[in-house]
């Protein structure tokens, strides 16, 4: 599952680069989760010429009844997969430049 920013892009006019979009969000609420996978939610890279790369999302899980003690073991335990929320790289510049900045 996945809500990635777009990765930036050199507009044809113009030499600039242009930044990454940022992450978007995914929020889970269940009762439980089993398996595996990966949830993403990392921001797009920057484009050449020096486009910054956008910011990381938002990841948020809520199981339901976790706040009751007696809810053990319906909260599960069993998901054992991955999630991403870095931010996208800055884009490279030419030589002797300073190159875009990291989400």
């Known amino acids: 599952m996945s809500a990635e920013g777009q990765p ?3 507009a044809k006019s113009r030499d600039d680069g ?3 979009g940022g992450g ?3 929020q889970i ?5 089993v398996g ?3 949830i993403s939610v990392k921001g797009g890279s920057g484009s050449e010429n020096g486009g910054g790369g956008g910011a990381g999302g938002r990841f948020v899980m ?3 009844k976790s706040y009751l003690n007696s809810s053990y073991p319906a909260q599960s335990y069993d998901w ?3 999630h991403d ?3 996208g790289e800055g884009g490279q510049m030419p030589s002797g430049y300073l190159e875009g900045s990291d989400g």
Do not use: E, F, P, Q
């Open 8 to 10: 930036g892009k050199v």
């Open 18 to 20: 242009s930044g990454g």
């Open 24 to 26: 978007g969000s995914i």
């Open 29 to 33: 609420t269940t009762l439980n989760m």
């Open 36 to 38: 595996n996978g990966i």
């Open 62 to 64: 809520n199981y339901l």
């Open 80 to 82: 054992l997969g991955n």
């Open 85 to 87: 929320v870095r931010g």
